[in-house]
């Protein structure tokens, strides 16, 4: 149980045309969905939080304008890239929790974006 | 916010031997403490977790103690086998406010386990 896919796998595209990334809860309902992105040899970085139904709440930093986040139900997030720039390419990984509590969260495969 | 340390960037043990990655927490109100070990190109995958009522947990080969005064806590893997290399992740999160579930990770370990 407890399975989050995420589609793409691996995306390449050009400068300044937007790439979208789902998220799914395969077999539970995600109240909470968190995405990350992961540069080369570094951690995690938390970019936002997102509750089904109500707008993301984004860390510092990270441009809300840039990084579009949907929640439209209890199994799927997206993230659109907007304008995506060569800086941009990374790994990103979503995670969804059941509860939104301090509990585990369940981490998606992740998404190579590359930017050319 | 939380900030999360980890120590060591890199870890080389042999075969059999024990390794012990160390991580300090800024929060004192964050109460969940999991572990990552991540794949090149892979998901982090939860190896064992510790919530702040508890002061050690263990898992076959696989442990985490917590000390909450010094908010410090450690992952000990014994018997290291070649298939344990992997970067580990500690992170921790706290309930309540905005920061309800969210993550804080530390910077990384990248462990070795020679054959």
């Known amino acids: 149980g407890a399975v989050v896919s995420q589609h793409p796998s691996r995306v390449i595209c050009k400068s300044g045309t937007s790439v979208k990334i789902e998220c799914r809860s395969l077999?539970?309902?995600?109240?909470?969905m968190f995405w990350y992105r992961q540069f080369p040899k570094q951690s995690l970085m938390l970019m936002a939080t997102s509750n089904e139904g109500s707008k993301a709440t984004y860390e510092q930093g990270v441009e809300k304008d840039k990084f579009l986040i949907n929640h439209a139900s209890l199994t799927l997030s997206t993230l659109t890239v907007t304008s995506a720039h060569p800086e941009d390419s990374s790994f990103y990984i979503c995670?969804?929790?059941?509860?939104?509590?301090?509990?585990?969260?369940?981490f998606g495969p992740g998404t190579r974006l590359t930017v050319t | 916010g939380e900030n999360v340390e980890q120590h060591p960037s890199t870890l080389s043990v042999q075969e059999g031997d024990s390794a012990v990655i160390k991580c300090t927490y800024s929060?004192?109100?964050?109460?969940?403490f999991p572990w990552y070990k991540q794949e090149l190109g892979k998901r982090p995958q939860l190896i064992i977790d510790?919530?702040?009522?508890?002061g050690e947990k263990k898992d076959q080969r696989i442990a985490v103690t917590l000390n909450k005064t010094a908010k410090h806590f450690s992952l000990h893997i014994t018997e290291t086998q070649p298939e344990d290399s992997a970067v580990y992740f500690c992170?921790?999160?706290?309930?309540?406010?905005?920061?309800?579930?969210?993550?804080?990770f530390g910077q990384g370990t990248i462990l070795t386990v020679h054959p």
């Open positions: 077999d539970f309902q995600a109240t909470t």
């Open positions: 929060d004192s109100a964050s109460n969940y």
């Open positions: 992170a921790a999160s706290r309930a309540g406010g905005t920061s309800y579930g969210k993550l804080t």
């Open positions: 995670s969804a929790s059941a509860s939104g509590g301090p509990y585990e969260q369940y």
């Open positions: 510790i919530r702040s009522n508890v």
